[in-house]
């Protein structure tokens, strides 16, 4: 399925996409199926947690410096927002902004609005928000509650925007709406799309659009190597900025599962080319990437350059770390393409990968190349490895780390008190920017070798701290509830 802006509320990935929750086998076969159009979602006869698609949405808009976000639902589908906003606070620090509280509102549907409807308070609450914050642009947001009683969402937005005089964008992210939580990501950017990037005047030809969530910089010094500058986008932009994105010479992504429907949209719509490669984790993927930033921005001399210097730079101290690292087991678990990036990285630095828990998989990408495929670039790369999909199912993860008993853990999303309370060595990784680049290579396995040299700390606290789960459910397969129902 294309990407069509004339309908208000994206197209969830399950259909658009082929997107699965539910796998447990080789890479090498999961890539066989994705491509050959065989691959099928495995449900679970137990469910113990899932995100939601609300979440995502929130992780782009509410970070976008001149923008408001209105909830259509009840206050306690805020509950997330103190968190994030201390988020942003930190966030805003790091880039150099002022600090300061989102600009958030939720309209609060209460029993009354269930039966009568929400379409005043929806109302209420946009004017509200134009008049505290005097933003540029308004998001409206729904919920599981405001979908299921059928506000007209999108006409009220309609009648807002000429009323108040700025965008106001209806974005359709209920949590029932896709299995898949990152469908929040393609909400947002399809609202972003539709209502607020305008067609380009004139092409910025050293603009490259990064797609991203709140990472550090780390694109400045090797864009600046071959004359280009990254624009970040979307937490920390503003609503103007974002306005002129389809002027870039090209768009990356840090995580191909965040940005699939941004980057192909501004392609498909304002010829903004994507970067299609694998994402820059491990030697390779980096290698690959720059190459084809290179040509497609017609920088290859300078990219070449780069690739040389940097891998003559790093090789001392990444043979080092390969010699201290061979042999070490690892598991990831992450979100898809993180994850990926994540095995490429301790598969680089020469460690064994005894697990790699995903929390979805796409079967194909919007832009619908091969070149973008991050788990088909690492099974070609360094060979087959068992990979679980299992929608952020902790009590399936604790399972698999307690019979992998890997070296170390690398966390993603889900945190690191599992892996803790078995005893195994473990970090979160906060930054997803962290690993990227020739030199995320060599923070990676520096952090690596220091978590894996101290161990003892997490192993007293497993000696003392006891799991939740049975001893029954620690005997059974992970999969003993996927396929619809128990074995």
């Known amino acids: 399925m294309g990407i069509n802006l004339e309908d208000p509320a994206v197209a969830v990935r399950e259909s658009r996409l082929g997107s699965v929750t539910g796998y447990c086998g080789s890479a090498r076969e999961l890539c066989r199926k994705s491509r050959g159009c065989t691959l099928c979602d495995q449900s679970r006869a137990f469910t113990q947690c899932i995100s939601c698609s609300a979440n995502q949405v929130m992780n ?76 540029r642009a308004v998001f409206v947001t729904t919920t599981c509650a405001s979908a299921i009683i059928g506000d007209d969402v999108s006409g009220i937005c309609d009648e807002m925007e000429k009323e108040i005089g700025i965008p106001v964008v209806p974005i359709f992210c209920e949590g029932f709406r896709s299995k898949v939580w990152a469908t929040g990501f393609d909400a947002a950017y399809h609202g972003i799309l539709r209502k607020i990037v305008k067609p380009p005047k004139r092409r910025q030809p050293d603009m490259v659009n990064v797609i991203n969530f709140q990472g550090r910089d780390v694109f400045s010094r090797p864009f600046g190597q071959l004359g280009l500058w990254p624009n970040y986008i979307v937490p920390y932009t503003t609503v103007e900025r974002l306005s002129h994105i389809s002027e870039a010479a090209a768009s990356v992504q840090i995580c191909s599962t965040l940005g699939t429907y941004l980057a192909a949209g501004l392609e498909e719509y304002y010829g903004v080319p994507e970067v299609k490669a694998p994402l820059p984790f491990g030697v390779a993927g980096t290698d690959a990437f720059l190459r084809e930033l290179g040509r497609v921005t017609h920088r290859e001399s300078e990219a070449e350059d780069y690739i040389r210097s940097e891998k003559e ?16 087991r690892a598991f990831i678990g992450a979100g898809a393409a993180h994850a990926h990036g994540m095995a490429a990285v301790v598969r680089e630095l020469s460690m064994e990968l005894v697990g790699n828990c995903v929390w979805h998989h796409d079967a194909v990408f919007d832009s619908g190349d091969a070149r973008s495929d991050t788990l088909a670039h690492d099974v070609e ?72 040299s101290h161990p003892q700390f997490v192993r007293n606290i497993a000696a003392h701290g006891r799991l939740p789960y049975t001893k029954w459910w620690l005997e059974q397969k992970p999969t003993y509830f996927l396929g619809g129902g128990a074995e």
């Open 60 to 135: 782009q808009l509410v970070f976008i410096q001149d923008a408001a976000v209105v909830e259509h639902g009840p206050a306690g589908c805020s509950g997330d927002i103190p968190g994030r906003n201390i988020t942003g606070r930190s966030g805003r620090k790091k880039r150099g902004l002022p600090v300061r509280n989102l600009r958030y509102i939720n309209t609060n549907l209460e029993e009354r609005d269930i039966i009568y409807g929400g379409a005043d308070k929806l109302r209420t609450a946009v004017r509200a928000a134009e008049q505290r914050f005097r933003p």
């Open 313 to 328: 730079r790093i090789a001392p101290e990444l043979d080092r770390l390969r010699g201290r690292l061979r042999g070490k």
């Open 381 to 452: 790369t360094y060979g087959d490895f068992g990979i679980d999909v299992c929608n952020k199912q902790s009590y399936e993860l604790v399972n698999m780390l307690n019979r992998a008993r890997p070296d170390i853990y690398i966390a993603r999303h889900a945190g690191t008190v599992w892996a803790t309370k078995l005893g195994i060595p473990s970090f979160l990784m906060a930054d997803e920017h962290f690993g990227i680049g020739y030199e995320g290579l060599l923070r990676m396995g520096r952090l690596i070798l220091d978590t894996v």
